[in-house]
C-alpha cells in the first residue's frame, strides 16, 4: 500500500509519486514545503542539500526539482528508501543520492564536505532534533552561513538554540501549521 505526494514548484512542478505506507511516516505537507521552498527561492538553484530523516523523499524531490545542484537523502527504513530510489529514476535525478542509512550513523562521521542547506525532519516526540544539530554543527556537516530547516512538534526558541549552541544558531524565518512547527535557521558566520 502506497500513498502520494506531489512536487510543488520547478521543473518537475505537478509530478506526483508514491511513497512508503510506514508507520510514522508523514511527509511534509505541501503547505509547508511550498513555504520552506518560498523562504529558499534565491538560494536552491547550485546548493548543496542534506535531506536527514527523508521519509517520503518529498523534500529531497522538491530541492532536485528547484535546480539543486546535489541532493543526499538519508533514511533508515529499507522500504522506505527502495520508493525513494524507485522515484529517483523516474526523474532520472542522477544528482540526487539515496543513503540507506539512520541519520545518526550518517551523521556520527566527519564530513567531507558542507552542505549548504540541511533539511532535518525526524519523527516527532523523541526529542532528536537537538542530537542532530549538535552532530551537524561538531562534524562539519554545515559552515558558516549554511541554513538548517528543522520541522518539529514544538516551537524552536531563540532561547532554547542559545542554551544549547550559543550564538551559533539564529533563527531566520519561522511559521506553524496546524500541529507542525517548522523553522529556518542559519549557522552564524
Same mark, same amino acid.
Request: a positive charge.
Given at each position: ?13 505537478? *509530478? &506526483?509519486?508514491?511513497? +512508503?505506507?510506514?508507520?510514522?511516516? *508523514?511527509?511534509?505537507? =505541501? ?12 538560494e536552491?538553484?547550485g ?7 527523508s521519509?517520503?523523499g +518529498? @523534500? #529531497?524531490f ?5 535546480? +539543486?545542484?546535489?541532493v543526499?537523502?538519508?533514511? &533508515? !527504513? ?5 520508493? %525513494?530510489e524507485?522515484?529517483k529514476?523516474?526523474? /532520472?535525478?542522477?544528482n540526487?543520492?539515496?543513503?540507506? /542509512?539512520?541519520?545518526?550513523?550518517? @551523521?556520527? &562521521?566527519?564530513s ?6 540541511? @533539511? $532535518? ?17 561538531? =562534524?562539519g556537516?554545515a !559552515?558558516?552561513? #549554511?541554513? %538548517?530547516y +528543522?520541522e ?5 526558541? $531563540?532561547?532554547? $538554540? ?8 539564529s533563527?531566520? &524565518? ?11 535557521? /542559519?549557522?552564524?558566520?
Amino acid at each position: 500500500m502506497t500513498n502520494t505526494f506531489k512536487i510543488i514548484g520547478g521543473e518537475h512542478r505537478g *509530478r &506526483k509519486f508514491s511513497f +512508503a505506507n510506514t508507520n510514522g511516516l *508523514r511527509p511534509t505537507p =505541501n503547505k509547508v514545503r511550498e513555504t520552506l521552498f518560498n523562504w529558499l527561492q534565491f538560494e536552491t538553484q547550485g546548493k548543496t542539500f542534506l535531506d536527514l530523516f527523508s521519509g517520503s523523499g +518529498a @523534500l #529531497s524531490f522538491e530541492a532536485f526539482s528547484r535546480g +539543486a545542484k546535489q541532493v543526499f537523502s538519508v533514511e &533508515k !527504513n529499507t522500504h522506505a528508501c527502495s520508493i %525513494i530510489e524507485k522515484n529517483k529514476r523516474i526523474l /532520472q535525478a542522477k544528482n540526487l543520492t539515496v543513503i540507506n /542509512q539512520d541519520a545518526f550513523t550518517f @551523521l556520527n &562521521k566527519h564530513s567531507i564536505t558542507y552542505f549548504d542547506i540541511v @533539511l $532535518l525532519d525526524p519523527p516527532f516526540n523523541k526529542g532528536l532534533i537537538p542530537k542532530a544539530l549538535e552532530l551537524i554543527i561538531e =562534524n562539519g556537516f554545515a !559552515n558558516d552561513g #549554511s541554513k %538548517i530547516y +528543522a520541522e518539529s512538534e514544538s516551537k524552536i526558541t $531563540l532561547d532554547f $538554540l542559545m542554551t544549547n549552541f550559543g550564538k551559533k544558531l539564529s533563527i531566520n &524565518k519561522q511559521k506553524k501549521s496546524g500541529a507542525v512547527h517548522y523553522c529556518l535557521i /542559519q549557522l552564524q558566520q
